[in-house]
């Protein structure tokens, strides 16, 4: 008799509860206030386009396109054509760690994609509904499954994106388990900076490598560490000018210059915060 394998399904993405399903209703010259809250929202533009303030940086929404908004991030949405932009909005929870490579980034979406949102707009319509107290509630006679089949495609959708963006060249798309996550991402930063000490990186540079928002990033870096991801960076730098100033016989300005210190007088002034004195004068000290 045959042995048949069992194997336990594992969820990527686990979808714990629903907090919204709705039009963003557009009137006039649109802008909602400023908000946060302990859960995902994604919004997808329909038609025309919306302009979504993320801790006070705007991002362009167009038809067609989606984004993902992190929990506890402050946002609000404004739209200059009023009722000719149309958005959808899927407010939720889980716990999933991958998801946080999404955040806060723009997704055109293709054919596949574009139908699972039909799908969970239709279904949210004839499921759900927005109580006057702007609470989701199931609906007197809704359809069969329609919860499920709303969580079912919001999870393709997801999955979907998450696999376009690991897809990209040169994507460094981190997905990690809730436990290593932190740890993890801040040796991954790390690493990158040790590859490019000889380098000049900009904040959005650093943030584009490993995939994740510029106000998460920082803020998760500033909790880990205790640094800011550029005041680490040129620690390292500093670290790295020490080494060469010790063993090899480069000249102060060149060793500024390999790591990428435009201005010397900027860099004498870095190092002797750091070190307590000069370059030139560390560099006789040890070759005493």
Known sequence: MKTYLRHRIVNVIDIKELSALEYLDFEGRYQNYKERHPFYELCYVEKGDVSVSIDDEESVIYENELILIAPNETHSYHSPYGNRSRAF?????????ALRSLADKKFSLDATQASCMKVIIDESQHTFRMNAKDLLEIIEHPNFGGQQVILSQLSYLLIALMRHLSGKKDSELVILSDEAFYRDL?????????????????????CDRVNYSRSFLCKTFKEQTGETLIGCFNRMKIEEAKRLLRETDLPVTEIAARLAFSELKYFCSLFKKQVGTTPTAYKKEKHL
């Open 89 to 97: 909005v899927i407010c939720f929870e889980s716990p999933s760690s």
């Open 186 to 206: 801040v040796g991954i930063v790390i690493g990158y900076f040790e590859e490019n000490l000889s380098s000049k990186l900009s904040l959005d540079e650093i």
